[in-house]
């Protein structure tokens, strides 16, 4: 396996566009940073075509136009492992249709696969062992480094090898026309809404059935807090504070700073100035009740 060629440059694309312009069969797939932020985007989008692996970063590249077109392209077929996020992505990010769709894992549940996973398929069908080390990267995160590029290349470098498998599979046991539907209902997957406010999200968190009427005073203002602090600084909110910890802090409900560090699994944040902040959250849930 070559290398993947990094576009990052205006040119680049647009001679990368000229490349795949007449191919009939696209392998597509995109990593976001939703693992991290509170408002993800697509840091990366791999696509591969004629035997050749491409990697767009759409964080240098302003100007998507011409892949948009191809995309939404009903005379190209776009190969994509579990397409529902990422066709959601292209729709949020850039207001692209994709068109003409074949979902490998949408065929492998067809087939009766239990396991849908790529890797695990990879591994069963052609002995294709894939690293999952990035699997959890911030791909927001720049430079990258030949380790990742690796890493994001496999996940479109086999589509067009495993969509022929599958779909061969799929004519024999009569399940194509099934396949097409699936495959086109896909293109009607409609963009989620912004994340919204839940005030009672915090009676749903493990743990919180146990406690007091004030601990879940306390765990409500926690929980609003955490969101705040998320929105404003863009980060996934349990990575702000997790909810084990959280149902914690409400049960024990720490009114001194000696107390609030020997709380396990305090984030390091909140060990120095802001656990002033941190006991005040706490103060203010008690006094609801």
């Known amino acids: 396996m070559n290398s993947p060629k990094l576009i990052a440059a205006q040119r680049e694309f647009d001679r990368f566009i000229e490349q795949i312009s007449r191919v009939k069969y696209l392998a597509v797939d995109s990593e976001s940073n ?35 077109r191809i995309l ?3 005379s190209v077929e776009k190969i994509i492992h579990a397409a529902e996020n990422d066709i959601i992505g292209f729709k949020r ?8 769709i074949f979902d490998t894992s949408v065929a492998g549940r067809l087939l009766g696969r239990k396991r849908l996973g790529l890797a695990t398929i990879l591994s069963e069908e052609f002995g294709i062992t894939v690293d999952k080390k990035y699997q959890r990267c911030n791909w927001e995160k720049r430079p990258l480094n030949p380790e990742q590029l690796c890493y994001a290349q496999q996940d479109t470098h086999f589509l067009k090898k495993l969509r022929d498998l599958l779909h061969n599979q799929l004519v024999e046991r009569n399940l194509w026309h099934q396949a097409k539907r699936d495959f086109a209902r896909l293109e009607k997957v409609r963009v989620r809404p912004p994340r ?13 059935e146990q406690l007091s009427q004030t601990s ?3 765990l409500k203002e926690l929980f609003a807090h955490r969101e705040h602090l998320a929105r404003k600084t863009n980060k996934a909110p349990f990575r702000i504070m ?13 009114e001194r700073k000696s107390d609030l560090l020997r709380i396990r699994g305090l984030p390091a944040p909140f060990k120095g100035k802001k656990s002033a902040q941190l006991l005040r959250v706490i103060k203010k849930g008690k006094s609801v009740n």
């Open 34 to 68: 939703s693992y991290f932020a509170y408002r993800p985007r697509i840091c990366l989008i791999q696509i591969s075509a004629n035997n050749t692996d491409f990697i767009l970063d759409p964080l240098t590249l302003k100007d998507f136009t011409g892949l948009g």
């Open 72 to 74: 939404s392209d009903p």
């Open 93 to 100: 990010d850039y207001r692209f249709q994709v068109i003409n």
């Open 196 to 208: 919204e406010w839940d005030p009672d999200g915090h009676l749903r968190l493990r743990g919180a």
């Open 216 to 218: 879940l005073g306390v």
């Open 242 to 254: 997790n909810n084990e910890f959280m149902v914690r802090l409400a049960r024990e409900m720490p």
